[in-house]
């Protein structure tokens, strides 16, 4: 059974739409490493982060896992969204489900703007932090309560109006969380210039980390206001012909 949860501050609406093309920025499912300290030669080597065999536990080829604490990352040129493109980072993370975890995938310009998605201790369970965003800066914001044994798909698409992060419990459609934050609108002050793995900022854990994998991080355009009055329309006449 598919179970859907909304969690909306504002009135942010949570439809993804579809978009015309793709840039990919940076992807990594981490298969082309031969060891860690190649891995290294990518996302540096401050932080914990070792090559692993993501097979061993259901996934498919390699995996970076992470322990939490100082964060492996890669640098990033001042990406922001604009009104015609927005930023979408997606990606899987196995979690064995122990309790007082601090671990996230993160994407910020020092604190201005900071996002990180993963699992914090308060709030307790999966959760996203958002601080210094144009007209948002509500910091950790609960996602889901309960952890789950297995892997996991995020999908976070940043516009100039809203943050939205789209939680695929096990991987598999039947359990989808989706939360909204809304932002003001305006062109951002500053974009991001840093995607992290590891503790959220550098914090250890406790329970234990997270493997990571099929990082992915793009653009995509955004519909224009005529394209997606079509869809609208399209939506109606199929609707329409159903009854």
Do not use: C
């Not at 969690?7 to 920025?25: Q, R």
């Not at 990180?116 to 996203?128: K, Q, R």
């Not at 500053?190 to 992290?196: A, D, K, P, Q, T």
Request: charged share 20%.
């Amino acid at each position: 059974m598919r179970r859907t949860l909304l969690a909306l501050t504002g009135a942010a609406a949570l439809g993804m739409t579809t978009a015309s093309f793709a840039g990919v920025i940076f992807e990594d499912n981490f298969d082309s490493y031969a060891d860690t300290a190649a891995m290294q030669v990518t996302w540096g080597s401050k932080g914990a982060g070792e090559l692993t065999d993501a097979a061993a536990l259901g996934g498919t080829g390699k995996a970076m896992s992470h322990p939490a604490g100082k964060v492996n990352s890669i640098s990033l040129d001042n990406l922001k969204p604009t009104a015609s493109e927005k930023i979408v980072l997606s990606g899987t993370f196995y979690d064995d489900a122990a309790s007082n975890k601090r671990i996230s995938v993160g994407l910020r310009n020092n604190a201005n703007p900071l996002f990180e998605f993963g699992i914090y201790n308060d709030p307790v369970g999966y959760a996203s932090r958002i601080v210094n965003f144009p007209g948002a800066s509500p910091s950790w914001g609960l996602v889901e309560a309960t952890q789950v044994k297995g892997w996991h798909t995020f999908n976070i698409e940043f516009s100039l109006d809203s943050i939205k992060i789209a939680f695929d419990i096990n991987s598999d459609g039947e359990e989808l969380i989706e939360s909204a934050t809304d932002l003001s609108g305006d062109e951002w002050a500053n974009g991001f210039s840093e995607l992290r793995l590891g503790g959220p900022s550098d914090y250890s854990s406790t329970g234990g980390g997270l493997l990571f994998d099929n990082i992915k991080l793009e653009t995509v355009a955004v519909p224009e206001p005529a394209s997606l009055a079509l869809l609208g329309l399209g939506g109606l006449a199929l609707l329409r012909r159903r009854k």
